[in-house]
């Protein structure tokens, strides 16, 4: 998504209207490209919940998996067996359970999200 800056105007309605930054980023991702802006109708809503389920089914299909790298390479994938996933969390370096929202060496939480662009005219589709 490309960076738009807010005026102080849409700062004070924001405020006013309970919206913050990131609701503006999740609307213009997942709403619906109008006129003058983006409006997050019903369609939306639900074409989002499909992806979103699509995706937590993926991960959860994923539990277990590893993939090995060296460098950019992708060297091997298995699914790891509960002692081998034991001595592979024992020997990673420990994390604060805080500073991952509880889930030890999970990467995606507290990173931000990967910017997705958009071309004007498009709509976000998650279908």
Do not use: N
Not at 47 to 76: I, P
């Amino acid at each position: 998504m490309t960076d738009v800056s807010v005026t102080r105007h849409a700062t004070t309605r924001m405020a006013q209207r309970a919206l913050h930054a990131d609701d503006l980023e999740l609307i213009m991702l997942v709403g619906t490209e109008v006129e003058d802006g983006y409006l997050v109708r019903e369609k939306d809503c639900q074409a989002a919940e499909r992806y979103l389920k699509r995706l937590l089914d993926q991960v959860r299909r994923l539990r277990g998996a590893r993939v090995v790298v060296d460098g950019e390479q992708v060297v091997t994938v298995y699914r790891a067996g509960s002692s081998k996933k034991r001595h592979l969390l024992r020997t990673t370096e420990e994390r604060s359970l805080d500073s991952y929202g509880g889930d030890r060496g999970c990467r995606w939480r507290g990173q931000p999200e990967p910017q997705v662009e958009a071309s004007a005219g498009q709509r976000h589709s998650f279908s």
